[in-house]
């Protein structure tokens, strides 16, 4: 079985190495990083994916977090992005057989320089999408700031793929200034990204850019899991609402919210649990759900989460079919690799 990861993390030397001579959350990630040598080191990284070569096993690759634009000045930003996508390029070139493709990472702090960064990197510099978190330094991605790159994005034809950004100093109560026991990550990225897909999808992004496809990370995030309130529930937005006419928002939508999160595509990166994988396969259906493991994020260095989901899609009760569009077809179509 041809396996094609499409979420999974990785910096290039070069980008590497500028990141490790800045300051502020820069330095930080690196000394974060330092203990994960596959998300930096390419030798650690091929040897990882070694280990599944019998299942015709490879990798799209995008940077890891913080986003880019967390790290530094516009400016430097630019910088960065240029850096890291000419790197990614680079490696997709120089190891087609590992690395089919790369997801872009922008500038997007500076929103005219990002729109410049998408057009370069989804045209010359080969990327087959964007890599785009759920808020830019605290703007949400409907803000009109952010609408040109929808429109490169639509217009190249190339998707947008949802990566969440938070971090300890969203607070979890209004009493205190940080958020404690890593409740920012476990609950509250899932959580950002379904509030960055309800933003796409009431701010009307979606009826603008009707071509434009969006993948949401870790399948979806809470919204197979809330399915009802997704659907009959915001079916009823403004019923609890008084200070704003909400109910604007449904007449001015071309059709039910619950569609537009219908029309989402999502990847399998849950950690390897298989109860997760079934309830997002449930609602986005074997068409719009394409493998991913989040290498190299766990425990065992980055093998765990890639031989986890594997065996969580191999213990499913699929079709020959359903399996070869989760496990690559979905991706070759939606991403436009061989």
């Given at each position: 079985?041809?396996?094609?990861?499409?979420?999974?993390?990785?910096?290039?030397?070069?980008?590497?190495?500028?990141?490790?001579?800045?300051?502020?959350?820069?330095?930080?990630?690196?000394?974060?990083?330092?203990?994960?040598?596959?998300?930096?080191?390419?030798?650690?990284?091929?040897?990882?994916?070694?280990?599944?070569?019998?299942?015709?096993?490879?990798?799209?690759?995008?940077?890891?977090?913080?986003?880019?634009?967390?790290?530094?000045?516009?400016?430097?930003?630019?910088?960065?992005?240029?850096?890291?996508?000419?790197?990614?390029?680079?490696?997709?070139?120089?190891?087609?057989?590992?690395?089919?493709?790369?997801?872009?990472?922008?500038?997007?702090?500076?929103?005219?320089?990002?729109?410049?960064?998408?057009?370069?990197?989804?045209?010359?510099?080969?990327?087959?999408?964007?890599?785009?978190?759920?808020?830019?330094?605290?703007?949400?991605?409907?803000?009109?700031?952010?609408?040109?790159?929808?429109?490169?994005?639509?217009?190249?034809?190339?998707?947008?793929?949802?990566?969440?950004?938070?971090?300890?100093?969203?607070?979890?109560?209004?009493?205190?200034?940080?958020?404690?026991?890593?409740?920012?990550?476990?609950?509250?990225?899932?959580?950002?990204?379904?509030?960055?897909?309800?933003?796409?999808?009431?701010?009307?992004?979606?009826?603008?850019?009707?071509?434009?496809?969006?993948?949401?990370?870790?399948?979806?995030?809470?919204?197979?899991?809330?399915?009802?309130?997704?659907?009959?529930?915001?079916?009823?937005?403004?019923?609890?609402?008084?200070?704003?006419?909400?109910?604007?928002?449904?007449?001015?939508?071309?059709?039910?919210?619950?569609?537009?999160?219908?029309?989402?595509?999502?990847?399998?990166a849950v950690f390897g649990?298989?109860?997760?994988?079934?309830?997002?396969?449930?609602?986005?259906?074997?068409?719009?759900?394409?493998?991913?493991?989040?290498?190299?994020?766990?425990?065992?260095?980055?093998?765990?989460?890639?031989?986890?989901?594997?065996?969580?899609?191999?213990?499913?009760?699929?079709?020959?079919?359903?399996?070869?569009?989760?496990?690559?077809r979905n991706a070759q179509?939606?991403?436009?690799?061989?």
């Amino acid at each position: 079985m041809r396996y094609i990861d499409v979420y999974n993390h990785f910096f290039p030397d070069a980008l590497w190495q500028r990141i490790l001579g800045l300051g502020g959350s820069a330095q930080a990630i690196g000394a974060r990083m330092k203990s994960v040598p596959c998300v930096w080191d390419l030798d650690v990284r091929l040897k990882v994916m070694d280990q599944f070569a019998h299942h015709d096993y490879t990798q799209v690759i995008s940077l890891g977090m913080p986003p880019l634009e967390a790290m530094a000045e516009p400016d430097t930003v630019v910088e960065l992005a240029r850096l890291g996508n000419d790197g990614m390029a680079e490696l997709v070139a120089r190891h087609p057989d590992r690395f089919v493709g790369y997801l872009a990472s922008l500038p997007m702090n500076a929103p005219d320089a990002a729109a410049r960064e998408a057009e370069r990197a989804l045209g010359d510099g080969g990327a087959c999408a964007l890599q785009i978190h759920s808020n830019i330094n605290g703007l949400p991605l409907d803000d009109p700031r952010f609408r040109p790159i929808f429109e490169i994005a639509e217009r190249m034809a190339k998707p947008v793929f949802l990566h969440p950004a938070r971090s300890n100093r969203f607070a979890d109560y209004a009493s205190e200034d940080r958020s404690r026991y890593e409740i920012w990550w476990t609950f509250g990225w899932p959580y950002e990204t379904s509030a960055a897909m309800v933003r796409i999808v009431c701010s009307g992004i979606m009826d603008e850019f009707p071509k434009l496809k969006f993948l949401a990370h870790h399948l979806g995030a809470m919204v197979p899991f809330f399915e009802m309130r997704v659907g009959p529930g915001m079916d009823q937005m403004g019923a609890r609402t008084s200070d704003e006419d909400l109910a604007a928002v449904l007449h001015r939508l071309k059709k039910r919210p619950f569609d537009y999160f219908k029309d989402f595509y999502a990847d399998t990166a849950v950690f390897g649990s298989r109860a997760a994988t079934v309830c997002g396969l449930e609602f986005y259906g074997p068409d719009k759900v394409l493998f991913a493991s989040d290498c190299p994020f766990d425990p065992e260095g980055g093998v765990g989460f890639i031989r986890d989901t594997i065996a969580v899609i191999e213990s499913l009760d699929l079709s020959p079919g359903d399996r070869d569009r989760i496990c690559f077809r979905n991706a070759q179509e939606l991403l436009g690799i061989g």
